[in-house]
């Protein structure tokens, strides 16, 4: 199947500095990718979907300006998470879809801790 | 806006028992995946129903799309302990193209 790489899988930053999440489909081209935040033993919260070439579409509630999404390939989304505080601390997780109707492959996760 | 819900949020089964976890849509879908995750792990694709009553097999795994496509359930048969994790439904809607995932099953199984 399809595999979607996401790097790196655990960062430890400090408060106040800013991270970023590369999101990458290896054997496929993605003009979409959606990025979630995920928190112990709960759900996928979709905060964002990266659109190649353009801005990316953020959910109610989530700061463009906090999370900052670039997606400048076909195969390339990253999550910057700006300015980065404890409550930032958490699961992230991006996925890509082959076509609108078609199933999710997602990356492996980036475990954030803000210390 | 749209929401999934899933039930129940945890099902502790033991080992060689049945279960089943349901998960309803506010809004009618255009289709209904499955995912598990294993603890520690990502979301996996399990399934896709995308026909109103429509039912598929996987192995010891029953999916089942209800007929006003609002609802969904999966059912397992003698549960294993490999079929511990989370199980998400996600639905989608004919417009957009974005995955609203329900809350999901914590499955704990009990050899």
């Known amino acids: 199947g399809a595999v979607v790489s996401q790097h790196p899988s655990r960062v430890i930053c400090k408060s106040g500095t800013s991270v970023k999440i590369e999101c990458r489909s290896l054997d496929f081209q993605a003009t979409t990718m959606f990025w979630y935040r995920q928190f112990p033993k709960q759900s996928l919260m979709l905060m964002a979907t990266s659109n190649e070439g353009s801005k990316a579409t953020y959910e109610q509630g989530v700061e463009k300006d906090k999370f900052l999404i670039n997606h400048a390939s076909l195969t390339l989304s990253t999550l910057t998470v700006t300015s980065a505080h404890p409550e930032d601390s958490s699961f992230y997780i991006c996925?890509?879809?082959?076509?609108?109707?078609?199933?999710?492959?997602f990356g492996q996760g980036t475990r954030l801790t803000v210390v | 806006g749209q929401q999934v819900m899933q039930i129940p949020q945890y099902q502790h089964v033991q080992e060689g028992e049945d279960f089943t976890t349901y998960c309803n849509s506010s809004?009618?879908?255009?289709?209904i995946q499955w995912y598990k995750q294993r603890p520690g792990g990502h979301p996996v694709f399990l399934i896709q129903?995308?026909?109103?009553?429509e039912v598929k097999k996987q192995k010891r795994l029953t999916f089942q799309f209800g007929e006003a496509k609002k609802n969904s359930s999966l059912h397992i048969t003698a549960t294993q302990t490999t079929d511990v994790g989370t199980y998400f439904c996600a639905g989608q809607e004919a417009a957009g193209n974005k995955l609203t995932f329900g809350g999901g099953t914590r499955v704990l199984v009990k050899p």
């Open positions: 129903l995308v026909k109103s009553g």
């Open positions: 996925s890509a879809r082959k076509g609108a109707r078609a199933e999710a492959f």
């Open positions: 809004t009618t879908l255009s289709n």
